[in-house]
């Protein structure tokens, strides 16, 4: 394990300064206080450094993994909140925001519904209910079809298993969604692999236990089974624990939408928009 991080540490430093000189893209690194350009480094981008480093180590024949999150990394979450607001506005409750509900845009919607739901008008007495109609459906297999891909995941994911990296999708999805996130998954053309070998999907078991915490757990385990060069994630607090976990990785922040007070990120962390900048 400690053999595995210092090795770990050399490949990327060793990438770093071999791709450092010929990229050109923009890439942001965390301060501690938010978003901030590098500007005295020319630095790769972490993505493609993912696959340089996933290429190198697949190359020696080493078990390596690359850790993706599912809700709001790879697909984009909006459109199931947006289909149960509708179905929200169907009922008796909702009826007076019908209209308001039809006229809403993605991009209203933000981090689950509370926004939207202040956009239209609705009183914050009567939120909590309409969580509580949300999370009922949010949180099953069958909404997860009006899900889409985020832009360039499908294609980056397919270009880190083609490196021989094995695939983790890690979601806080529980157990109950495991059928269902799969089909998902093939739907809408991610990898999949029957056998478990080039990916390979892990979920929650206890719906109670914080995502941050079963994610730290995992990554863990996985580090004990092998190589872990990179995760990538939405929310704040999961990649300060993958960073804090997986110390030598590159730790992606996939800047969407996250869960209010988030932490400051920890420094060394990355930070990119979409999964299209790792596309040449
Ligand atoms: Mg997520």
Redesign the pocket.
């Known amino acids: 394990m400690q053999r595995s991080v210092v090795a770990t540490s050399a490949l990327v430093l060793a990438l770093w300064l071999q791709v450092c000189g010929a990229a050109n893209a923009a890439v942001a690194t965390h301060t501690g206080h938010g978003v901030a350009s590098a500007p005295s480094i020319r630095a790769a981008n972490p993505l493609k450094q993912m696959l340089a480093a996933g290429r190198q180590a697949a190359a020696n024949h080493q078990h390596v993994m690359v850790i993706f ?5 790879l697909f984009r ?1 909006a459109p199931r909140s947006l289909a149960i607001l509708k179905e929200w506005s169907a009922t008796p409750a909702g009826q007076p925001y019908t209209a308001k509900v039809a006229a809403l845009t993605l991009e209203q919607l933000g981090y689950g519904i509370d926004g939207a739901l202040g956009e239209i008008g609705v009183p914050a007495s009567q939120v909590p209910s309409i969580d509580k109609f949300w999370a009922a459906r949010f949180f099953t297999s069958e909404y997860l079809k009006y899900d889409v891909a985020n832009p360039g995941a499908v294609d980056f994911v397919k270009a880190v298993q083609r490196t021989g990296v094995q695939v983790v999708y890690m ?2 999805r529980s157990t109950d969604m495991q059928a269902g996130t799969q089909k998902a998954l093939i739907d809408k053309g991610f990898p999949w692999d029957p056998a478990g070998l080039t990916t390979r999907l892990v979920v929650k078991p206890e719906k109670a236990t914080p ?1 941050y915490q079963f994610k730290g757990e995992q990554a863990k385990a996985l580090a004990a089974e092998g190589t872990v060069i990179g995760s990538i ?3 704040p607090r ?1 990649v300060n624990t993958f960073h804090q976990v997986l110390p030598a990785a590159i730790v992606v922040e996939l800047a969407t939408v ?1 869960s209010p007070n988030p932490p400051a990120l920890l420094p060394g962390i990355y930070a990119v928009s979409s999964f299209e900048s790792a596309q040449p």
């Open positions: 999150d599912l809700d709001d990394t979450t979601t806080g995502d994630d939405n929310e999961n996250h």
